[in-house]
T-cell receptor, first 113, second 114 residues
Framework: GQQLNQSPQSMFIQEGEDVSMNCTSSSIFNTWLWYKQDPGEGPVLLIALYKAGELTSNGRLTAQFGITRKDSFLNISASIPSDVGIYFCAGQVSGAGSYQLTFGKGTKLSVIP | DSGVTQTPKHLITATGQRVTLRCSPRSGDLSVYWYQQSLDQGLQFLIQYYNGEERAKGNILERFSAQQFPDLHSELNLSSLELGDSALYFC?????????????FGDGTRLSIL
C-alpha cells in the first residue's frame, strides 16, 4: 500500500534540545495528523491539521500543513524524557464517507537525560 | 484512555487456524477502522465500517473479513492464518461523518502465529 516518506527514521537527542521531523508524499492530502505511540499502546493523537498552510501548537509541539498539501512537519521544543516514543505522520483524503489514513513509517525518538 | 476497547490484548495460535478480534468504539462514534501494524509494512489500513455498512477497503486479504454490529462494535476475522499474519492489529473509531473529527486508536491486539 501507499506510504508516506517520514524522516528521520530515528533520532538521539539531549534533554532540552528541540526536535524536528517531517513527512512528504507524492499525493495530496486534505488532512494531516501526527500521532505518538508508546510501547504496548496504540497511537495517540497529538495534532490534527485541516488546511494548507495551517500552523497548530499543542504545548511544546508545533505542526504545519504544507502549502502544497503534500507535506507536513512536527517540531518538539525543549525535549523531556517522556517525549521518548515513535512519532507517526498520517495523511487523509476524505471522500464518499471514507476517512482512511495513510501512515509514515515513524520516527523513533530517544532522549538522553 | 482513548475510549476504544480491543480484546483480546494478546492472541497466540497456530498456522491454519481462525481467530476473531473484537473492538468497541468510543461512545458516540459510528465509524470503526481496522489497521495492521507489522515491522516491515508499518501501519496499514485494512477496512472501514460506518453504522454497520462497509465504507472503504484497503489492502485487506481475502482470508480476512470484518463486520460491524447494530451495537456498533466490530469484529475482524482472520482465517487460514499464516506466519506472516503475525502483527499488531489496531482498531480506531471516529464520528465518521466529519473529517475534522479524527480517529482515536485502541491499544491493539498482538497476534502471534506459531
Amino acid at each position: 500500500g501507499q506510504q508516506l516518506n517520514q524522516s528521520p527514521q530515528s533520532m538521539f537527542i539531549q534533554e532540552g534540545e528541540d526536535v524536528s521531523m517531517n513527512c512528504t508524499s507524492s499525493s495530496i492530502f486534505n488532512t494531516w495528523l501526527w500521532y505518538k505511540q508508546d510501547p504496548g499502546e496504540g497511537p495517540v493523537l497529538l495534532i490534527a491539521l485541516y488546511k494548507a498552510g495551517e500552523l497548530t501548537s499543542n504545548g511544546r509541539l508545533t505542526a504545519q500543513f504544507g502549502i502544497t498539501r503534500k507535506d507536513s512537519f512536527l517540531n518538539i521544543s525543549a525535549s523531556i524524557p517522556s517525549d521518548v516514543g515513535i512519532y507517526f505522520c498520517a495523511g487523509q483524503v476524505s471522500g464518499a464517507g471514507s476517512y482512511q489514513l495513510t501512515f509514515g513509517k515513524g520516527t523513533k525518538l530517544s532522549v538522553i537525560p | 484512555d482513548s475510549g476504544v476497547t480491543q480484546t483480546p490484548k494478546h492472541l497466540i495460535t497456530a498456522t491454519g487456524q481462525r481467530v476473531t478480534l473484537r473492538c468497541s468504539p468510543r461512545s458516540g462514534d459510528l465509524s470503526v477502522y481496522w489497521y495492521q501494524q507489522s515491522l516491515d509494512q508499518g501501519l496499514q489500513f485494512l477496512i472501514q465500517y460506518y453504522n454497520g455498512e462497509e465504507r472503504a477497503k484497503g489492502n485487506i486479504l481475502e482470508r480476512f473479513s470484518a463486520q460491524q454490529f447494530p451495537d456498533l462494535h466490530s469484529e475482524l476475522n482472520l482465517s487460514s492464518l499464516e506466519l506472516g499474519d503475525s502483527a499488531l492489529y489496531f482498531c480506531a473509531s471516529s464520528v465518521g461523518s466529519d473529517r475534522k473529527q479524527p480517529q482515536h486508536f485502541g491499544d491493539g491486539t498482538r497476534l502471534s502465529i506459531l
